[in-house]
């Protein structure tokens, strides 16, 4: 419910009484005495929802576009005639003027918005190299980027330049800034070795997530649009909406910045473009439900500028998104290679240990160094490490030969393989192969990898081919 207290020009009092009478309102009129052109106060509650259409009513008998007008919330409303006035009106969204005070509110002081976006991209950074989910989840809670998304929105849909300006700056600003922090903070561990010598930061399962980017990462992007969009319109929290519109904005951005500080160009690319791709459907989703739902500047004269402003902004919008969903499908059949290198990686492996020079030969664990992807993005080659249990002795003579002529055979890719003796302990039914995920690792941070059961032999007994 609101209160809404206008200033009455002079001449217009009874046109705007009247109004009011015709739409079963109550009211009170107190005379004004501060401002010569105006004669009255006129104060009156009404349903949230009926705040803009009433206003539009009066407007339409004198009232002025521009003119002084205060809405506030109150808690009750004790009236027969109230409550047939909240039944006439069944559409929740709020007004134009309610509508731009919630946007400016939601996109908070510069000084702020910068010091919460730069401690969000750090705790962010934290969770994801120390694969905890709750600290992740605690930097999207204090994560300041709904309100320019919205704010942005607002304003081209309300032909308010300086509110529309203001949204995108801030957006800009932010994911420059939770990028810069992130590398920033990577650096320092890196280089002061807070972090292990020799640790991978993309093989940790929370900054895998955010190098898988897929279409269907489009559906959190898609739903926090829309939840912001209604969280907005509709006068309820926006806490839990923002955090959302975080979950899809902030771990990118901080796993971009991971990723030069570690310098891996598919990192890079792969985070950043799921962060791009995040932040454009958040925007096209806002500006086009706030469309949709019918607002309009409140200056009919200014509608046409605002539309043409609106169709040019989701124009480009679309545009951006059709050419990174593209990288989006190029990066899933990559992906589709790996998946299948992966799968049938450990056949071919069994294939090669069947053979009868090769009996006694346990194979314990596969990892892949250097990924399909990417050979076929970056021209890496291929490397593929096999540890093997030889019960004590060295790998067999051509092992590591006949495994890579079987990849090339099967495959149809000429890989690097690396064959490494360990001491294993493991029953006799446990699958042979595990496959990590294919991102370029050190072999000696593999060994450091692997299970208690699994200990590298002292003796470099290495068989390599290539």
Same mark, same amino acid.
């Given at each position: ?170 957006? +800009?600003?932010?994911?420059? #800034?939770?990028? /810069?922090?992130? %590398? $920033?903070?990577? =650096?320092?561990?890196?280089?002061? *070795?807070? !972090? ?72 890079? +690319?792969?985070?950043?473009? #799921?962060?791009? /791709?995040?932040? %454009? $459907?958040?925007? =096209?989703?806002?500006?086009?439900? *706030?469309? !949709? ?83 076929? %993005? ?8 096999? *540890? ?79």
């Amino acid at each position: 419910m609101r209160l809404v207290h206008v200033l009455v020009p002079r001449g217009k009092r009874n046109a705007v009484l009247q109004e009011l009478d015709d739409e079963g309102i109550d009211y009170a009129v107190s005379r004004e005495v501060g401002r010569d052109e105006y004669e009255a106060q006129v104060s009156f509650p009404l349903p949230s929802n009926a705040v803009e259409p009433v206003l539009n009513r009066l407007r339409a008998v004198g009232l002025e576009e521009d003119g002084f007008t205060v809405i506030v919330a109150a808690e009750t409303v004790v009236s027969k005639r109230f409550d047939e006035l909240r039944s006439n009106y069944a559409d929740p969204t709020l007004s134009r003027p309610e509508l731009i005070a919630r946007a400016e509110d939601m996109a908070p002081a510069l000084s702020t918005f910068v010091v919460m976006t730069i401690v969000s991209a750090v705790v962010a950074t934290t969770g994801l190299l120390s694969n905890s989910a709750a600290v992740i989840i605690g930097a999207m809670i204090i994560a300041p980027v709904m309100g320019p998304a919205i704010a942005a929105s607002v304003g081209s849909v309300l032909s308010n330049r300086t509110l529309f300006r203001r949204g995108v700056g801030l957006q +800009v600003l932010g994911v420059g #800034l939770a990028v /810069v922090s992130a %590398l $920033a903070f990577s =650096l320092l561990l890196k280089e002061t *070795l807070l !972090v292990p010598p020799g640790f991978d930061p993309f093989a940790v399962p929370q900054v895998q997530e955010r190098l898988t980017p897929n279409v269907l990462s489009l559906v959190i992007a898609i739903g926090a649009g829309v939840a912001a969009v209604f969280s907005l319109t509709r006068g309820v929290s926006s806490v839990l909406v923002g955090a959302m519109i975080a979950v899809a904005l902030v771990p990118p951005a901080a796993t971009v910045g991971i990723g030069i500080a570690w310098n891996d160009p598919l990192a890079i +690319v792969e985070a950043g473009t #799921l962060l791009l /791709v995040n932040l %454009l $459907a958040v925007n =096209l989703v806002a500006l086009g439900l *706030l469309w !949709v739902t019918g607002y309009r500047p409140v200056d009919t004269e200014r509608t046409g500028s605002a539309r043409r402003q609106t169709a040019l902004t989701l124009s480009v919008i679309v545009v951006a998104l059709l050419v990174l969903s593209s990288v989006l499908v190029a990066i899933s059949a990559l992906s589709l290679v790996d998946a299948r290198f992966e799968t049938s990686l450990h056949e071919e492996i069994d294939e090669v240990l069947n053979k009868a020079e090769y009996q006694g030969v346990r194979h314990v664990e596969t990892h892949i160094d250097v990924s399909p992807l990417r050979h076929v %993005l970056f021209g890496e080659q291929i490397e593929v490490t096999v *540890l093997v249990d030889t019960g004590g002795g060295p790998p067999p003579e051509g092992l590591a030969d006949d495994i890579r002529t079987t990849i090339a055979a099967e495959q149809g890719f000429d890989a690097i393989v690396i064959v490494e003796p360990v001491d294993a302990s493991f029953p006799a039914d446990e699958p042979r192969t595990q496959l990590l995920s294919p991102r370029t690792v050190p072999v000696e941070s593999d060994r450091r990898r692997l299970s208690p059961a699994v200990e590298p032999r002292p003796r470099p007994a290495v068989a390599r081919t290539g």
